[in-house]
């Protein structure tokens, strides 16, 4: 068999949508299990064991219709006999349609049956669920392969032993040594300008995990993000700046990664970082924006390590109010609604529980 999972965009979407590939190589342990995303998402799939082949759908192809056909039967070559697409879109509807499988699978939109013969209706939003429903949905495009039941519903990430060793190189070239005082990696910066909590507020985050846990604080942020990480760095106190080193990033996804495995816990916004800690087993504690739809991406939640707070828990009543594209063009009058004494009481919390302080 040949089986591919189309899911190019998004780093955090991709890397959730690896329980597709891990479960059919675990069913179909003989299958040829391919893979396609767009270039800048790759580096979570690597050393996946569960994955054959990355199939790259690059931007000069997706902008071209001679080259996107051209890609398309190369696609139809490989006999795929299944092909699962987690994000359908019209290029993706189109390499579905035309890829010969027996199995073209996607969610439910009504139009969709022009392009795939298996149509999964997703589970409405605002349905609670223990897993979460980015991940319930994705397991429901299994089912026309999988009859048994799913218990493997965890995204992973895989490192090599030379990429874990490298980022403890790292670190210590900052003089920072693994497991002699908690290691706290910080996602100042959400993915989008309504994910990104106010940076002077999450300095004060910073300021007060410092005095808990005399921690050693890294950033994440890329250089073109620097001017804000920058910001952040000015508001918190002087005490708390000798504890962040500033200067201490990854150049590029796969060091990162190897940066956050070491750590103790990921703090700050949630969006793809939060993913990949959780992908690597790494504590977290997220900060939603107010427009984020909660029940799909408060995922593992039922894990000990994994805490999000949500204005939706705080003041259910504002969403009986507005409608999300209100919210999110009010992000920041929403995001005053988080009493920070509230959020520093529940970090508090969450240090005990994982812990810390150790004496």
């Known amino acids: 068999m040949k ?73 139809r070559s490989q006999k795929y006999n299944a092909v699962i697409d987690a994000y359908s879109k019209l290029e993706t509807n189109l390499i579905t349609l035309f890829s010969g499988a027996k199995y073209k699978i996607s969610y439910d939109k009504g139009y969709s049956k022009i392009f795939y013969n298996y149509n999964m209706k997703r589970i409405p939003n605002g349905t609670k669920s223990e897993l979460g429903l980015a991940i319930d949905n994705r397991l429901l495009l299994l089912k026309p392969l999988i009859k048994e039941t799913i218990t493997d519903y965890k995204p992973k990430i895989f490192l090599t032993p030379t ?14 040594e693994v497991g002699k005082k908690p290691l706290l990696m910080f996602g100042i910066l959400g993915s989008e300008w309504y994910k990104t909590y106010p940076l002077e507020n999450m300095a004060k985050i910073i300021d007060f995990a410092v005095e808990k846990l005399d921690a050693d604080i890294l950033f994440n942020y890329i250089p073109s993000q620097t001017e804000e990480a920058q910001k952040v760095y000015n508001y918190c106190t002087e005490k708390t700046k000798k504890h962040i080193h500033f200067d201490l990033y990854a150049k590029g996804l796969r060091p990162f990664l190897g940066l956050l495995s070491q750590c103790d816990m990921l703090i700050g916004n949630e969006g793809g970082s939060v993913n990949m800690a959780k992908a690597l087993n790494v504590p977290t504690f997220s900060l939603f924006s107010p427009s ?20 939706k828990d705080l003041k259910p009543e504002i969403y009986e109010q507005h409608d999300e ?10 995001f005053d609604e988080y009493p920070l004494e509230l959020i520093l009481e529940k970090l508090e919390a969450y240090f005990k529980d994982l812990g810390f302080p150790k004496n």
């Not at 690896?18 to 800048?40: Q, R």
């Not at 990429?163 to 920072?176: D, P, R, T, V, Y």
């Not at 594209?325 to 929403?334: G, V």
Request: glycine share 4%.
């Open 3 to 75: 089986l591919l999972v189309i899911q190019q965009k998004r780093i955090g979407d991709v890397l959730t949508s690896t329980i597709l590939s891990n479960n059919l190589k675990k069913f179909y342990p003989e299958a040829t299990v391919d893979y396609m995303c767009y270039p800048n998402c790759v580096d979570v799939l690597k050393e996946n064991p569960n994955i054959d082949n990355i199939i790259v759908l690059t931007n000069e192809v997706r902008k071209s219709y001679p080259k996107l056909m051209k890609f398309i039967f190369q696609i």
């Open 292 to 311: 984020v739809d909660k029940e799909t991406w408060q995922i593992f939640e039922n894990e000990k390590g994994n805490v999000s707070i949500h204005l």
């Open 325 to 334: 594209k209100y919210i999110k063009e009010h992000t920041f009058k929403y």
């Open 163 to 176: 990429e874990i060793q490298e980022a403890k190189n790292l670190l210590g070239k900052f003089g920072i």
